[in-house]
């Protein structure tokens, strides 16, 4: 056992966590030159693509370095905020991590956050500054932040290049000398912990652990200590990075028990196994459930896909633990699902999966959170969905979430940034200087006002060089009323949405004009009308088609003209009393389409 070391590597997205573990893998031989690519721990095509990490991957090494042969147990973190309790649940498993930090950008938004995570865990911590072979790879400055922001002394720093694999040996070396070899009892009695789950069509329900007491071999029962589901261990293994059977997992080890359950639901994340017959006493420290904070409708764009809509989302539920979803019906959409991500590039990856994988067409409703309502006869609601907030006779007060921000930027955009925030109804708490060119702000936003556009101005107006990292703060009572969008007086449910009173009226303006835009023209004339609490705020008139009645006239008194004319407006007015006007798909599709980018 003490040649054991757990780690996991922990970075802002793009430091270069993943290229630093598949040169890990190659400098311990894990993986044959020949099988060798690059970003080798992601494996999901999405992955690839967009150059991030979305799920942890563990792995386990073998290295021998002074006659002694040595186990290493990496796991590959995501770098991005919407993966943040990936990280917390993979740290939970380690003893160790590595902080990397690319040379040449610094110290970013998430590289602090996660830091703080390993810190709190009481990890041992290793710097590790990446990328030292770019011409911007400025290590002094990197160093002075290491020492400014994070108080991890610089002299411990190592250089490293996961392109190149330039200071990799040393890395292998510290990694015996600076993180400690578990310690637990190969005696005392199964104590694992399930830091991720996935399922497998073959093998069914896979749990990923780490042993800390005891050891764990096939056909013994398994009880979880907090919700007390039954199971067997059919097969237990480990990742070198493919699933290899072992005999037994000894405590100290990281791997995976092949059970006996069906369905993701039978198990809970962070939760603690031990024998059935001779349990341990008490369970492991899980972690803090994972609650959605954004929620969408998603729907079919051809309505005979629903069935294939509820697969694709109960096999992605399968090996997602945090995705949520009910199904739901609008009148304009038909059925679909209400579904719960952890943030915007949660849903953008479950939608492009869906679309990918189950080869589905969808449409997207606008992206709410969740708001707490107290109603006047004292009980409490929870809000998710614009249609289900009750009539503002019975509302006492509305609270809304909000998050604790931090975001580095450079110093000359701090003017823009804080009328962005401004504008978002934030407010800065404090300013901190890294160095001479970069500051870190700390504000309280709503976390409905990041939702869509707020991390791309970020980008836009720091010209790139802005990160945010944030976590959920408290609820706050706001002025949130209900908007509906009117076509020819009939609400539009699918447009609704919670907006702050002081912006109902541009939003309303801007839905209206999209509109007027996009519906085809009718026979008569269309009023387009966004409504607060039934007092319209905004409106926008759809022009009529119009027939040139007039044509045939040639010559002759002007009352002919006119008499024809009289006789077209009164055939539209009775029109427009029986008129209906039915909306496309296409337009539906376009208008949320545009509100989500």
Known sequence: ??????????????????????RLLESTKTVEKR????????????????????????????????????????????????FSYEVSRSLAACEGAILLVDASQGIEAQTVANALLAMQGKLAIIPVLNK???????????????????????????YVSGKTGVGVPELLQAIIERIPAPNGSQDAPLQALIFDAIYDTYKGLICYVR???????????????????????????????????????KDGEVGYIVTNLKTLTDIKIGDTLTFSQNPAQTPLPGYKEIKPMVFSGLYPLDTKDYERLKNGLFKLKLNDASLTFQSESSTA???????????????????????????????ATYPSVVYHVYLTN??????????????????????????????????????????????????????????????????????????????????????GYGSMDYELSDYVASDLVKMDIMVHGEPVD????????SKAEYQGRQLCE????????????????????????????????????????YGGDITRKRKLLEKQKEGKKRMKQIGKVSIPQETFVDILKSNIE
């Open 378 to 463: 004292g009980t409490v609601m929870d809000v998710d969905n614009p249609l289900r907030l009750p009539d503002p006779s019975h509302i006492k007060t509305i609270e809304e979430p909000t998050i604790k921000a931090s975001i580095h930027i450079p110093n000359d955009a701090i003017g823009n940034i804080l009328d962005l925030i401004r504008e978002k109804r934030g407010e800065c708490l404090s300013t901190e200087t890294l160095d001479e060119q970069r500051l870190m702000l700390v504000c309280i936003l709503p976390l409905n006002e990041i939702l869509l556009d707020f991390n791309d101005r970020l980008k836009s107006l720091t010209k």
């Open 35 to 82: 099988k060798m690519q690059d970003q080798l721990l992601d494996s999901m095509d999405l992955e690839r693509e967009k150059g991030i990490t979305i799920k942890s991957h563990p792995v386990t090494m073998r290295y021998i370095h002074d006659g002694h042969t040595y186990v290493f147990n990496l796991i590959d973190t995501p770098g991005h905020v919407d």
């Open 1 to 22: 056992m003490e040649r054991i070391r757990n780690f996991c590597i922990i970075a802002h997205v793009d430091h270069g966590k993943t290229t630093l573990s598949d």
């Open 211 to 249: 042993v800390f007491n005891g050891t764990v071999k096939p056909g013994q029962n398994l009880t979880m200590m907090r919700n007390g589901s039954e199971m067997q261990a059919k097969e237990v293994g480990v990742f070198t990075p493919h699933m290899q059977e072992v005999d037994v997992l």
């Open 514 to 553: 999209r509109l007027k835009n996009l519906l085809p023209k009718q026979m008569f004339k269309v009023p387009i009308q966004a409504s607060v609490w039934g007092k319209i705020v905004a409106r926008e008139t759809l022009g009529a088609y119009r027939k040139d009645v007039t044509a045939k006239c």
């Open 494 to 501: 699918a447009f609704s949405s919670i907006v702050h009173r």
């Open 333 to 363: 959409l038909g059925f679909g699902f209400r579904c719960g991500f952890l943030g915007l590039l949660h849903m953008e990856i479950i939608q492009e999966r869906l679309r990918r994988e189950y080869d589905l067409d969808l449409i």
């Open 132 to 158: 030292v072979d770019l011409p911007s790879a400025n290590v002094e400055k990197v160093k002075k932040q290491l020492e400014d922001v994070l108080a991890i002394p610089a002299d411990e720093a190592l």
